[in-house]
């Protein structure tokens, strides 16, 4: 069965500092790959979306980026983080077969910029 | 273009009452609809989905009706229970299923 690992689950980091967050999946080749923000007691934002190793689509833009450097691996960073970043990050991945196919969200990651 | 319309919440019940939580849609093409569950502190679980218009997906006492004719999907549940307090969340996918749209959520709480 598949299954997808997010970490860390909790992270509190100052204005300005550098920030990695990881998301894998388990159990399935060639996923959709996705990374979304939820501010609280907001809706879901989409951030970034993935096809394929190497191709990234940006939704907003803003100082975050996104890597897919292997084909299960799905990589959040920012160089400098700024107060609005702060917020839950959920990873999701979905099967590359079609519009059947739901997504699967990973546990979340807290992040409070302080 | 696509997008996704829930009722707004926050919605309160009592315990053993029946849920209705309206979501409508807009696609270009023939979408999937999904309903997730949010709990506190959690990401979203797939709670049910259909792929074509009639289909009733349900799970865990929950069902929802793909109506091709009024774009909707609308959660219900007959007799809700304390457990059953989270955001849940409406969402569709077209064509390729590259990209989902998802309502803004709907807040239950249920209270025995």
């Known amino acids: 069965s598949q299954t997808i690992h997010q970490w860390p689950a909790t992270l509190v980091q100052p204005v300005g500092s550098p920030l990695s967050l990881e998301c894998t999946v388990e159990g399935t080749s060639n996923p959709n790959l996705y990374w979304y923000r939820q501010a609280a007691g907001r809706g879901l934002q989409l951030l970034f979306y993935s096809v394929g190793i190497g191709q990234i689509s940006s939704e907003v833009p803003q100082n975050l980026s996104a890597s897919r450097p292997q084909d299960r691996q799905f990589i959040l960073s920012s160089k400098k983080l700024l107060l609005s970043d702060s917020g839950f990050y959920l990873c999701?991945?979905?099967?590359?077969?079609?519009?059947?196919?739901?997504?699967?969200f990973g546990n979340g990651t807290r992040l409070t910029v302080t | 273009g696509n997008s996704v319309t829930q009722m707004e919440g926050p919605v309160t019940l009592s315990e053993e009452a029946f849920l209705t939580i309206n979501c409508t849609y807009t696609a270009t093409g023939y979408p999937s609809l999904f309903w997730y569950v949010q709990y506190p502190g959690e990401g979203l679980q797939l709670l049910l989905k259909a792929t074509k218009a009639d289909d009733k997906g349900s799970n865990k006492g929950f069902e929802a009706t793909y109506r091709k004719e009024t774009t909707s999907f609308h959660l219900e549940k007959g007799s809700v229970q304390v457990s059953d307090s989270a955001v849940y969340f409406c969402a569709l996918t077209v064509n390729t299923g590259n990209q989902f749209y998802f309502g803004t959520g709907t807040s239950l709480t249920v209270i025995p």
């Open positions: 999701a991945w979905s099967e590359w077969t079609g519009r059947n196919s739901p997504l699967h």
